[in-house]
């Protein structure tokens, strides 16, 4: 049976551990979490080994999530899944405000392989304060992340391995999902940058991000519109060459996906392939792509 959580006490007590669910029952209002643990905020929930772990929001929101911890490794409302096997769908922090070590994102600091992201948003600013991995949904995926978004704005100082806006990097599967947040590093070296993912050894699949990328200084990095070093697989996947201030989608050159002037991205014929009866939506010749998610809410039923 699922346990309903309805603020931010209850969201914070969460006890990831054995065969758990749960779901938002409402909004949840995570302003105070500025206030916590000497102004450290929220801890980020951990996956205990050998967990089940299934958070369903239902198409709620948790609001102004604060999270201050730039020596802490795996930082993100949920750290990291460890060995457990989780599934968080339908989950949307609007405005969250997290800085983090190594392995830093918005809804996870790292996933495994039997991680599932699905039908969730990040909107708000992710930080990372030292090297290795930073993204708006996660800092590194290994699971599968479906129909997804991430208007964050990714920053970093420093060193970084990879910086993204969904993934700092992605080993899993990345497929129907969009990044459309500025990536900025101050000062930076040996990094890859992208605006979807820094990094992707994995899948990317029917995705697009149109988001600036700010570089200020630095040496010996790859920086391109959509991945920033690929040596996984992309398919039917697109980024926005003028927004984004890239003509190159990913390294090396040759490799998809397909550069589109802002106009284009605009348009429904762009996208070939892609479901817009189902899981996008459009208005021709004035958005880009829009993923039919967040309306479960509607639904919700104490279980």
């Known amino acids: 049976m699922a346990t309903p959580i309805t603020n931010v006490t209850e969201l914070q007590a969460m006890v990831l551990s054995g065969t758990v669910s749960y779901y938002l029952a409402n909004d949840i209002d ?101 090297d290795h991995y930073c993204g708006g949904i996660c800092g590194s995926n290994v699971g599968a992340i479906s129909k997804s978004y991430s208007k964050a704005n990714i920053s970093k100082t420093l060193y970084a391995a990879g910086l993204g806006g969904i993934a700092g990097e992605n080993f899993g599967v990345i497929a129907d999902c969009c990044a459309m947040g500025k990536v900025t590093v101050d000062a930076w070296y040996y990094v890859s940058i992208g605006g979807l993912v820094g990094i992707n050894s994995g899948t990317i699949n029917k995705c697009y991000s149109n988001g600036l990328i700010l570089p200020v200084q630095g040496s010996n990095s790859t920086i391109t519109g959509f991945v920033g070093s690929n040596s996984g697989t992309i398919t039917t996947s697109y980024w926005d060459t003028e927004t984004s201030g890239y003509t190159t989608g990913a390294e090396p050159a040759s490799d998809p996906p397909t550069g589109k002037t802002t106009a284009q991205m605009k348009q429904q014929a762009t996208f070939a392939g892609w479901d817009f009866d189902r899981t996008w939506k459009i208005i021709e010749g004035k958005t880009y792509p829009r993923l039919r998610i967040g309306a479960t809410k509607k639904r919700v039923t104490r279980s």
């Open 30 to 130: 995570a302003s105070d979490t500025i206030n916590w643990n000497a102004g450290a905020g929220f801890s980020p929930l951990t996956g205990a080994i050998a967990s089940v772990v299934d958070i369903d929001g239902k198409g709620f929101r948790i609001k102004d999530l604060y999270i201050n911890r730039p020596d802490t490794n795996y930082i993100g409302f949920i750290g990291s899944t460890r060995s457990a096997s989780m599934k968080v769908s339908n989950i949307f922090l609007e405005n969250a405000n997290i800085i983090g070590m190594m392995y830093t994102g918005g809804l996870f600091g790292r996933t495994n392989a039997v991680t599932s992201i699905t039908g969730c948003g990040v909107s708000g600013n992710i930080r990372q304060a030292s």
